[in-house]
């Protein structure tokens, strides 16, 4: 469809997309930077690999809970999964998430199992040990 200006000049329609290039300025806008605890999180691949363990384990493992310390300032250690034995009031494993990877420990023991490259390594070695 075409129109016409008031000196009867024939106008072509314009695309949306050009139109809203030729009237967009680009501002620079600083973006902030990575927050400084994101290496303490759990990503979103993290949580969907905890979900999957858990589905497979479920026979021996009830029940996961993701936690997060609270309140500590810029001593922020960081996000941890607690991991329950069927029927167990107490967790049996905990996988700390950190800067050089993640830590496993048994709870009950209170003992450092070692860290971890990779999440999947550590769930591993829980089944290994169990």
């Known amino acids: 469809m075409t129109h016409s200006d008031a000196q009867g000049a024939i106008l072509l329609p314009v695309e949306p997309k050009a139109l809203l290039r030729s009237v967009v300025t680009k501002l620079p806008v ?8 994101a290496s303490r999180r759990f990503s979103v691949a993290d949580r969907l690999v905890v ?21 500590l300032g810029h001593a922020d250690p960081g ?11 107490w967790a049996s494993w905990g996988i700390g998430c950190g800067i050089d990877g ?7 023991r209170g003992a450092t199992v070692g860290i971890f490259p990779a ?3 550590a769930l591993a070695e829980i089944i290994a040990l169990s």
Do not use: K, Q
């Open 51 to 71: 979900h999957e363990w858990m589905m497979a384990a479920i026979t021996v493992y009830g029940r996961s809970v993701l936690e997060r310390a609270e309140g």
């Open 30 to 37: 600083a973006l902030p930077g990575p927050c400084p605890f």
């Open 119 to 121: 999440l999947r390594a």
């Open 102 to 108: 993640y830590l496993l420990w048994e709870s009950i």
């Open 79 to 89: 996000e941890y999964l607690l991991i329950y034995r069927r029927d167990n009031v």
